[in-house]
């Protein structure tokens, strides 16, 4: 038998003889052979309180009744978990819990998604016996984000635990004892910490309620729309609570992603960019030296003559393109600037080295490099043995990745190692901590750590922009040297920051890491280049001395305030399309909304190539990823499992990659968890928290102030 | 300095030293009355034996649950990589209970011996009393002692040369009935709120910082210097069946001659009563009694009278023996404000952690505090049985038991008083037959 | 914050008491030790105990509001606590309690205007067989009559 086989045990079930492995939970056997048990407290990944009372089940043998949430299971185990005693049980522990219970559900937030009016339609009694005074006390503010109102609370203690286990924040605790015990913050008065709102969602009742969604509609009034979070890189899949042609809650409640049901205040409350009243609704040309609002139709015919016009002369073009704009949109522009605009000037803000990353891995020897197989997934930071953090502060430039590593730390003791230039959240459950203030010491305590590395299963290697151009194929060599499997992140900054440079907005690389037909300018080398015409997709460009620009942006910023032309785009929750997430995983937008007088980026591209007659294929997105996944080397991921909501991985080491060897071009923003490049200036919410816009490397919310 | 006067009937096993003329608890003292010999004894012996002896003696856990301390020991993973650590449990907080206190002040080198013996046998290094705060003067008596063992060579490295490396340290509680509770006194020790653990793994096991732990109440580990001195046979015969030797009964509550008496297990309840105690004050009869601390269950004076202070005994009259906190109730007693003050303390004292006891003490605490003002009808009644029985059982840890059992029983024993309040008619309101004439 | 030499010394007593990376332990019984110097466990002390311990300060904010010995307010210079707990009850304690409430003027966890005393109504204190009881600050009086505790309070009175 080797390790990994698990004993089984059988046992029965309401009747039904099963089958389970041995030491799991009873509520966890019951759930998987279909026999729901209720629980609040008791929450799958987090530890066990047995505090509600609710999973109480009948065991033969056991002369009481027995909380399922905390019993392994055991061979020969007999169970009800319906019996009249049982059902009984409920019943009373309802009674209880109701009876200091507010009955406000009528103006509870909660109404409809409530576990505890769930529970009472199941098990509950009609009445109630309980006629003493409630006990009272009023609600709170405690973030511009958190509300809460103690009488609802039920003490399940699940967001004291997924503050302080899921989050490694530990900003919420209890106070007091007996009936009056209650959840309070970190700060006495309100909270420090990551805003992110887990003790909102996590909340089976109305006691944690989100001051953006408040009093704002009944649950069943809205429509939801899965699609993946339009901020950072690494593609959580958000489901957006609509209404009125306006989002008002973001959620993971179901687990669709694979962030299972982890979102950050960005991807939970940031959301509010998409209605900010700067919003650009209307197409603007410059005339007189002003931009005046214009007639979409103005505004394509006065860009497409510019285009075609410049191309007639043999003029010069500059094309910058967004780390937000989906993968077809990508695609489509660095098609349309290669074949349409002939032009290899073409650029995107470059956070990442990932190109090294995927030519070192191309030759690199060891046991899976040489193939994608070297590029690790969210998935593998959850069932790694180890995982080495380097230049990074993970739980506020990459929360997800974070959120796995700290998970599988919890689930399977995994062992992280940071080395970072300040202090991390990772350091108080990771095995070593090394700080560097160089890249000299950096790569020194990089070696340090070669010997306790090598004595580890196998490694996720994580690493920010302080590792690129050559150190990049220095990690990979130290990785292989191991003698261990090592997978690698190379960590990039925003939504589809990945998939800008899969798809080939860069000056010398082809969609797929291939070499471009032609060598352009970068970005720096195109501002003061002189050209006739500067396009901009979504992006922010210095002020460059070309003589004609275009831009497409959500809003008027400084570089669209330059512009000879500016289109107002859709955002992402506006549109449909792929993004690819910082560990590759190519995931489906779906549009949620619409702002009235947008186009989404690739309709407006197609629009112009339209006016110009030229033939660059159809331009819907659906369309475009067929000739991504045909063309692409890595791309051809599975539709099927695209379409249904999975997030394949792109398989992108097929080669060598022909490197620029322009290392300095690449840089972090060095967002912090409360700032998200131009989107978070436009989120209220996240520019209100108190904690905007924090800093990296400082010191760790919820711990000693 | 004593509280009360000794009685002849007394068995003096752990107080034997405390009545002895100009004892004053010192090492010295202690050494002088054969002190720190059974430490000694018990290097000799191997782990096994002691416990061998432990299990022969019949000792049960004196704090109320009067779990076979020797099986308790034998738990404990002895072979483990991990530190074991030995913690008393000294927050006596029992309702009605009152002993620990009388040892811990007249005797600390007792417990002190008796923790040393634990340490032995669990190879343990390291312990902890922990002293309930009220006890502020016996955390300071007891961290004297420890500093006068420790000068006197029988705490700290190499103890009189034997290998043995033990230390100890007094802990203050800050006042939590539910620190009592083995675990939840864990995580207190740990520095954090006083909630109960899920348990398994029991404290044997995992119990302070996760290491195996031998948990016991004070009087548990003052009685085992005594049985290695005796023998755990001669302890076993000073006790009846399946409990052996002798224990601190505290009498409480309308006693004439109320005090901690040193018993043994299996003492007549009668005699107990009319000769230890001194009878029931003025001469009155007996209504209520409960044999150990407020948790149990109430039992009537007719009920009780038959009966001998021992486990099985008070099992078969389905209440317990508990901790050894006697309360007796005189037929003066209104006992709907018994059962409402009983109440209030387990409202009070309710951690909060699980919603049984939570809400089902608070709610219990509002309904009685009605009824006893005379306010509400006959369902009123109906239902403060029925929440302490949707309680019963059903609680994380044993405090709403505790809660649920001594309120059931009031109500089902004394019901008629419960309506008398609702008549608004004078108090006392009982039941002739239930009362007992003492003397 | 800075203590009194003695409390100093038995902080430091206290937190090696605990094995290596367990200061943790020490948050309790540093709690209620600084309290009786400080007065009660000022914002400043759940600092300073924080820092001491090595815990963040919500660990030790969460234990105040738990122990019932532990409060946020400073009580009178004798805290007088009559236990009315069953076995006290039965011989006097709640008639105890409400006559000392009546003598002093103020009721349960409240402070006398000149600071001298305040009272509680406690649980059990440990003291059931030398009923009724009452503990001033840690000192224990049994078998107390309101007649008895005249006298003793109005000697404290006295002194002050």
């Known amino acids: 038998m080797t390790a990994t086989e698990v004993k089984t045990v059988t046992l029965t079930i309401d009747g039904q003889e099963v089958t389970a492995p041995e030491g799991a939970l009873l509520i966890d056997v019951c759930k998987s052979k279909g026999t729901e048990v209720p629980a609040f407290c008791y929450y799958e990944g987090y530890s066990l309180q047995a505090a509600c009372r609710m999973c109480l089940v009948e065991i033969e043998k056991f002369p009481k009744l027995q909380a399922s949430c905390t019993i392994p299971v055991a061979q020969g185990m007999v169970v009800k978990t319906e019996s009249e005693q049982v059902v009984a049980a409920r019943k009373d522990m309802l009674e209880f819990l109701l009876s200091n219970h507010p009955l406000d559900c009528p103006v509870c937030d909660k109404g409809g998604e409530c576990e505890l009016q769930d529970m009472t339609f199941r098990y509950g009694a009609g009445e109630s016996r309980f006629t003493e005074i409630k006990v009272h006390t009023p609600e709170k503010q405690w973030s511009p984000v958190v509300y809460f109102d103690a009488p609802r609370c039920i003490l399940c203690y699940r967001c004291v635990r997924a503050c302080g286990e899921g989050m490694g924040v530990g900003a919420l605790g209890v106070q007091y004892r007996g009936v009056v015990a209650e959840i309070v913050p970190n700060m006495n008065d309100h909270l420090n910490c990551d805003e992110c709102g887990a003790c909102i969602d996590i909340c089976p009742v109305g006691a944690l309620t989100s001051g953006m969604y408040r009093y704002k509609t009944r649950p069943w009034e809205m429509t939801h729309v899965g699609t993946i979070c339009t901020h950072c890189s690494n593609g959580c899949k958000t489901t957006l609570g609509v209404k009125n042609d306006e989002i008002i809650r973001g959620n993971n409640r179901d687990r669709s992603g694979i962030n299972d049901e982890f979102l950050c205040v960005k991807g939970r409350y940031a959301f509010d960019f998409n209605r900010h009243e700067a919003r650009l609704t209307s197409p603007m040309v410059r005339k007189d030296g002003k931009l005046v609002e214009v007639p979409w139709s103005e505004a394509l015919a006065t860009v497409a003559k510019k285009f075609s016009e410049t191309v007639a002369a043999g003029g010069t073009f500059g094309v910058v393109g967004s780390v937000h704009t989906t993968n077809e949109e990508n695609y489509f522009l660095q098609k349309f600037a290669r074949h349409g605009l002939k032009t290899a000037n073409l650029d995107h803000q470059r956070t990442g080295d990932v190109p090294a990353l995927v030519d070192a891995l191309s030759i690199a020897s060891g046991s899976v490099s040489g193939t994608s197989g070297s590029l690790a997934t969210a998935s593998d930071l959850y069932q790694c043995s180890a995982a080495l953090v380097i230049g990074s502060d993970l739980s506020q430039q990459h929360p997800f990745l974070a959120w796995q590593l700290r998970a599988n730390g919890r689930h399977h003791q995994a062992r992280v190692y940071t080395v970072t230039p300040g202090p991390v959240r990772e350091d108080a459950y990771s095995v070593a901590q090394l700080r560097y203030t160089d890249a000299a010491s950096m790569s020194s305590a990089i070696a340090s750590l070669h010997e306790k590395l090598k004595g580890e299963r196998d490694l996720v290697i994580l690493f920010g922009d302080a590792i690129k151009g050559a150190d990049v194929k220095k990690l990979v060599e130290f990785g292989s040297s191991l003698g261990i499997p090592v997978k690698y992140v190379a960590l990039v900054d925003y939504s589809n920051s990945r998939g800008a440079m899969d798809m080939g907005l860069l000056p010398h690389l082809a969609p797929g890491y291939k070499a471009a037909p032609a060598k352009g300018h970068a970005l720096p080398e195109m501002v003061g280049a002189g050209l006739d015409v500067m396009w901009v997709v979504g992006a922010e460009t210095p002020a460059t001395n070309a003589k004609f620009t275009v831009v497409q942006d959500l809003f008027l910023t400084e570089t669209a305030a330059r512009a000879d032309v500016v289109l107002p785009s859709a955002s992402a929750y506006e549109k449909s399309g792929t993004v690819t997430s910082v560990c590759g995983e190519v995931q489906r937008l779906k549009p949620a909304v619409r702002t009235m007088g947008t186009k989404p980026d690739l309709e407006i591209m197609g629009l112009i190539a339209r006016e110009m007659k030229l033939n660059l294929g159809i331009w819907t997105a659906d369309k475009v990823f067929d000739e991504i996944r045909s063309s692409v080397p890595g791309y051809n991921v599975p539709l099927a499992v695209l379409q249904t909501g999975g997030a394949p991985q792109a398989q992108l080491v097929n080669g060598a990659v022909p490197l620029d060897n322009r290392p300095e071009l690449v840089a972090s923003a060095g967002d912090t968890m409360f700032t998200s490049g131009k989107l978070g200036r436009y989120s209220k919410t996240l520019t209100s928290v108190i904690e905007y816009p924090g800093k990296l490397y400082g010191p760790q919310a919820g711990k000693a102030q | 300095m004593l509280f009360n006067e000794p009685h002849p009937l007394e068995v003096r096993v752990l107080t034997k030293r405390m009545h002895e003329p100009g004892y004053n608890g010192s090492v010295e003292a202690y050494e002088r009355y054969g002190g720190y010999r059974q430490f000694l004894k018990a290097v000799e012996m191997t782990p096994e034996q002691i416990i061998e002896e432990v299990k022969i003696s019949n000792l049960r856990g004196r704090g109320g649950a009067g779990f076979p301390t020797g099986m308790k020991w034998g738990f404990l993973p002895r072979q483990s990589p991990k530190p074991k650590y030995i913690v008393v449990n000294a927050d006596e907080s029992e309702p009605g209970t009152c002993k620990d206190r009388v040892l811990m002040e007249n005797d600390p080198h007792l417990l002190i011996e008796g923790c040393l013996i634990a340490a032995r046998m669990a190879g343990a290094q390291r312990g902890y009393i922990y002293i309930r705060g009220e006890y502020r003067y016996l955390i300071d008596i007891t961290e004297r002692a420890i500093d006068e063992a420790y000068r006197a060579g029988w705490l700290g490295e190499n103890i009189k040369g034997t290998g043995i490396t033990f230390h100890l340290r007094a802990h203050s509680g800050a006042g939590a009935y539910e620190c009592g509770e083995e675990s939840a006194l864990l995580e207190s020790l740990e520095g954090k709120r006083g909630n109960p653990r899920i348990r398994p793994p029991f404290p044997a096991v995992s119990g302070l910082y996760a290491s195996p732990t031998v948990l016991n109440n004070v009087e548990t580990f003052a009685a085992v210097p005594g049985i290695l001195e005796m023998g755990g046979k001669a302890w076993a015969d000073l006790g009846v069946a399946k409990a052996g030797g002798t224990k601190l009964t505290c009498l409480t509550g309308h006693f004439n001659k109320p005090g901690v008496y040193e018993l043994p297990l299996g003492f007549p309840v009668e005699k107990m009563i009319n000769e230890v105690g001194g009878g029931v004050r003025g001469g009155r009869k007996m209504k209520a009694f409960i044999p150990g601390g407020s948790s149990c269950p109430v039992l009537t004076g007719d009920e009780a009278w038959p009966l001998t202070m021992d486990y099985d005994s008070f099992a078969k009259a389905g209440s317990m023996l508990g901790s050894g906190g006697v309360i007796l109730m005189d037929e003066t007693t209104d006992m709907v404000k018994a059962a409402l003050r009983i109440m209030h303390f387990y409202a009070h004292e309710s951690c909060g952690w699980c919603i049984p006891c939570r809400e089902g003490t608070a709610w219990l605490k509002k309904l009685l505090h009605r009824l006893d003002e005379g306010h509400g009808s006959t369902r009123d009644i109906d239902l403060v049985g029925d929440l302490a029985k949707n309680m019963l059982g059903r609680t994380f840890c044993p405090l709403g038991d505790a809660a649920a059992l001594p309120t059931m029983s009031i109500v089902k024993k004394f019901r008629h008083e419960f309506e008398a309040k609702l008549a608004h008619a004078p108090i006392p309101a009982a039941s002739p037959e239930q009362l007992v004439a003492i003397g | ?160």
Not at chain 3, 11 to 22: C, D, H, I, N, Q
Not at chain 3, 29 to 52: C, F, N, S, W
Not at chain 3, 64 to 75: E, F, N, Q, W
Not at chain 3, 109 to 132: I, Y
């Open chain 3, 1 to 160: 914050m800075t203590f009194s030499p003695a409390l100093e010394e038995r902080f430091a007593k206290l937190v090696a008491s605990y094995p290596e990376g367990r200061t943790r332990s020490a948050v309790i019984p540093m709690l209620i030790y600084a309290q009786d110097e400080v007065g009660a466990v000022t914002p400043e002390l759940v600092d300073e105990v924080a820092k001491r311990c090595n815990v963040p300060r919500l660990q030790v904010e969460e234990v105040i509001g738990y122990y019932s010995m532990l409060h946020r307010k400073p009580m009178g210079k004798y805290h007088v606590q009559v236990c009315t707990n069953i076995s006290c009850m039965l011989v006097g304690g709640m008639e105890l309690y409400h006559h000392t409430a009546k003598k002093l003027g103020i009721g349960h966890k409240e402070t006398t205007p000149d600071g001298v005393f305040s009272l509680e109504e406690v649980e059990c204190m440990g003291a059931c067989s030398w009923a009724p009881a009452v503990e001033i600050n840690y000192d224990f009086h049994h078998h107390v009559t309101p007649e008895k505790l005249d006298v003793l309070l109005d000697g404290l009175k006295k002194v002050q």
